[in-house]
Every structure is written in C-alpha cells, then in structure tokens.
C-alpha cells in the first residue's frame, strides 16, 4: 500500500517512527530476545548449524495454520508491545509531540487500540498487487491468500481516522500526509 515510504515521510518530516516490522527481526535475530523460545517452539525452522530461525520456514508454517500463527504472536506481540511503549515514552522525554508506530495487521491484531489515530495508507489494487508482486518469493496464490487472511480495505478505511491514498505520486502523498499531520497538530494542541 505504501507503508514503508509514508514511514520514511515521516521520519523525514522529524517524527519518530518505530517499525514493527524491524522489531519482530531483531526479535528473531540470534541473541534477539525471543530467538530461544521462536527455536524451541518451532525447532523444524531453527538452522542449528548456521544459529538461525529461518523465517521463510516458520512463514510456511504460521500461514498454514492458525494455532502455530497464534502460538508465535503469543510469543512475539507481547515483547514487540513492549518496545512500542518504550520508544512512545523514550520519544515523549525527547520533546517529541507525535511519535508513529509503523504496524503491519493493525486492526488484524487489535493494535488500533493503542493508537490515539490510525492513518490507513490506501493505494488502487492494481497498484498494490504490483508492489507485492515485485517482492522476492512472492507470487499471486501467496498475495490473494494474504489478502484473504487480512480485514478488508474497505473496512480498514472506515476504521481508520485518515486514509492517505498512496497511488498518485510520490508529491501528491506528501502533501495529503502534511495535511493530515497539521490536522493531527492542532488536535494535539486543543485545550
């Protein structure tokens, strides 16, 4: 959808962003803080000789069944959770007035709950099928079975305080995203 780069927007704009993404990597790193349970929990993707998870198996396996998804969210959300909530206050000490949790699954994990306002980044299907498309190891069965596993766009966006529509340029999200930040500002700013 556009995600990543609304990301960078942002942190280019001067607002703290905390990817989940790279959390859950770091977590899984060797020496990561859930490394050990990830292996013990799911020894058929722990590489013993190489001292690594391999994520592309344990991807295989949670998306093919939704008991070992859950048993590795209980494992991974509740310490991703964590570091979220010490980079919002570590950034509130740092002056920062928002601070921007990057999270993949939002409303799929409850995680909008956390968030004082979602913004939805929303691109055509074309568009995101493209960029899915483009990524290594990804083909159509596995993107529309993604699809079919997520809550639907259009719910996302109802969901969602601001939808800031990805698929019409590079200039034209950056300016709909400095919209949404001055509104998010003087929300942030009322008495």
């Given amino acids: 959808m556009g995600k990543s780069v609304t990301a960078s927007m942002l942190q280019r704009m001067g607002y703290p962003v905390f990817d989940s993404d790279l959390a859950v990597h770091k977590l899984l790193a060797p020496y990561g803080a859930a490394f050990q349970t990830v292996a013990l929990s799911f ?13 592309r198996k344990l991807g295989k396996i949670v998306f093919a069944d939704s008991s070992k998804r859950k048993e590795l969210e209980d494992i991974l959300h509740p310490l991703v959770w964590w570091q979220q909530k010490k980079f919002i206050q570590e950034s509130i000490a740092c002056g920062a007035k928002m601070a921007v949790l990057d999270i ?19 691109s055509p299907h074309f568009i995101q099928r493209q960029r899915v498309l483009s990524r290594p190891n990804m083909d159509e069965d596995h993107f529309y079975a993604i699809l079919a596993r997520q809550v639907p766009q259009f719910e996302k966006k109802k969901l969602s305080d601001y939808v800031l529509q990805t698929g019409l340029g590079y200039a034209h999200t950056l300016r709909h995203l400095k919209k949404i930040i001055a509104d998010l500002t003087r929300n942030i700013n009322r008495p």
Avoid: M, N, Y
């Fill in 43 to 55: 020894p058929e993707c722990w590489d013993a000789k190489k001292h690594l998870i391999d994520r």
């Fill in 104 to 122: 993949p699954l939002l409303f799929e994990t409850g995680s909008q709950r956390k968030c004082d306002a979602v913004i939805c980044v929303d």
